[in-house]
């Protein structure tokens, strides 16, 4: 039986895992390897999978080795897993080839051969919930007829290739994403994460430059920020109370790095807190460097400032573990690559001042699927560095 904790949060009197009968863990990590407490379970560490894009499920189901690839990364010692983007139940939600939809009876049967396997190798998982917005384009699956959907129209030389969303449109994405989130809970995920950064849908909105509504969903702050809100307010309504909804969130956008929806920790704060009100229990904060100050005359992050705004735990992410930081255009130039990994330290020391509560992790986790294991054990000069062909593979 799982003790139930409703509130997610640090875990008193919890067994640390240096305790006698668990793996010694090297002391200057050891804050990143305490147990956390989320939603009905306790995460067996800190360490969170951060969710990244594979092409590796054909008409959108999720495989064997999609399987495979997660459970791959509980037995090296992660202790929340959170999946790729998987695409929720609208025409325009999908943006790439070969992503998991989640949606359909074979689709999420698949989600649930991943989640029984996690949960079996002793872990914890939770789907990243997924409209790309205006990152779509017609000729994509499942229906290359359609094109991207966002707040405003996008009009390349001559051709409406994305769609303003109408009322009824965005109606329907609430209610898709509400859906997918009651189908995570039914299926036996730990929790969902609403992909709320990096230019999609949720984002398109907090946005300026890709929200130019007159409407109630454009024009102010508090405007801009509706549409995430009444995301999570339907999410709240379909899952059960002790069900954890996690928010990503980032300044940054995949074609704009210096992208910023808010300039001050005061306009921060008022995209949070009604976010934070709406129901989300946990931020995750995504950054390219984690460790880089949010605002001019402050040395403090934007997961440390998230923190501090809400109140809520966060999950910070950013080269941790490695000592360049993530490109997108990584992807489409084929030019061979190394980045070599790091000791994750200074992190461990963040999160023991109370910057953050958990740590993403990404790329080096694709290269080296038992890195924190290698972590916990003071062996990071045996991590795997993340090159191309670990990108390539995006390696079971
Ligand atoms: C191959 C790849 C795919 C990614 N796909 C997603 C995604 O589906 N959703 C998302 O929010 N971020 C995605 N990201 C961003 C990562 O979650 C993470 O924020 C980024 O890699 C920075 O962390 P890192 O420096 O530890 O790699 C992806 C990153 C990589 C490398």
Do not use: C
Request: hydrophobic residues 45%.
């Amino acid at each position: 039986m799982d003790t139930v904790i409703p509130a997610p949060g640090a875990v008193s009197g919890a067994t640390p895992a240096t305790a006698p009968g668990a793996h010694p863990v090297n002391a200057t990590v050891a804050p990143l390897f305490q147990p956390f407490a989320f939603g009905r379970h306790i995460l067996a560490n800190r360490v969170v999978m951060a969710p990244m894009t594979r092409n590796k499920s054909p008409g959108g189901v999720p495989g064997e080795d999609v399987v495979a690839y997660y459970r791959r990364r509980v037995r090296g010692g992660v202790g929340l897993l959170i999946t790729e983007g998987t695409y929720v139940n609208h025409p325009a939600a999908n943006g790439y080839p070969q992503v998991p939809a989640f949606h359909g009876e074979a689709a999420l049967a698949g989600w649930k051969r991943v989640v029984d396997a996690v949960h079996e190798a002793g872990g914890r998982i939770i789907p990243q919930l997924w409209h790309v917005g205006v990152a779509r384009r017609a000729g994509v699956e499942p229906d290359p007829a359609v094109p991207g959907y966002g707040p405003s129209a996008i009009v390349d030389n001559g051709v409406e290739v994305v769609r303003a969303m109408t009322q009824a449109d965005i109606d329907a994405v609430i209610a898709a994403f509400a859906q997918a989130a009651a189908d995570a809970e039914r299926i036996g995920f730990d929790g969902a994460e609403l992909h709320g950064a990096h230019g999609y849908l949720i984002d398109d909105f907090f946005w300026e430059k890709t929200n130019q509504r007159t409407d109630a969903y454009g024009g102010s702050l508090e405007n801009r920020v509706r549409f995430a809100v009444e995301v999570v307010r339907a999410v709240r309504a379909a899952v059960s109370p002790d069900f954890p909804i996690v928010f990503r969130f980032s300044q940054w956008k995949g074609g704009d790095y210096g992208a910023k929806i808010t300039q001050t920790p005061e306009e921060l704060g008022r995209i949070l807190t009604p976010l934070a009100e709406a129901g989300v229990d946990v931020f995750h904060v995504s950054t390219r460097r984690y460790w880089e100050p949010a605002f001019d005359g402050s040395p403090d992050t934007l997961a440390a400032w998230t923190k501090r705004l809400t109140g809520k735990p966060v999950i910070a992410v950013g080269s941790v573990g490695l000592d360049d930081a993530f490109k997108v255009g990584m992807f489409a130039n084929r030019d061979a690559f190394e980045v070599k990994p790091t000791d994750v330290d200074q992190a461990a020391q963040a999160l023991a001042r109370g910057d953050f509560d958990l740590l993403g992790v990404g790329r080096v986790l694709l290269s080296d699927p038992d890195w924190a294991i290698k972590v916990r054990d003071g062996r990071v000069d045996q991590v795997i560095p993340f090159d191309r062909a670990s990108l390539d593979r995006l390696v079971v």
